[in-house]
């Protein structure tokens, strides 16, 4: 994924509404007035978010005669995740290795202090 992409991508998911309207896509297409519905919000302002999301690649808008269904795109998401999981192997890593450097630490302590006193 190009980095402009993928800037588009993380962009998009940034906003809540946004979110919630690839949750609701992730079950099957829907209209823009299908989409709107749980939303306090107009229609043009639904139709804004829309775009951003379109223009991200996270969905495809179709025409069936009155019908303009949208539908998730899945690949950019699944990139965007590729992109996450090489920082996610670092800070497991990472912790993996601060676990170990505080088991030793609590070995150390356990461990019962030498008498200077005989």
Do not use: N
């Not at 919630?20 to 749980?38: C, G, H, K, M």
């Amino acid at each position: 994924m190009s980095p402009d992409r993928l800037s588009k991508v993380f962009s998009a998911l940034a906003d809540p509404t946004r979110r919630e309207i690839l949750v609701r896509l992730s079950t099957s297409e829907r209209s823009v007035t299908e989409l709107a519905e749980p939303f306090d919000m107009s229609l043009p302002a639904i139709s804004k978010h829309l775009r951003v999301l379109e223009g991200s690649g996270l969905i495809s808008r179709g025409r069936d005669a009155q019908w303009r269904p949208c539908r998730i795109q899945a690949a950019p998401l699944k990139e965007a995740v590729d992109w996450i999981g090489q920082y996610r192997r670092h800070w497991e890593e990472s912790l993996d290795r601060l676990d170990d450097y505080l088991q030793q630490l609590q070995a150390k302590q356990r461990k019962p202090a030498k008498s200077h006193d005989k």
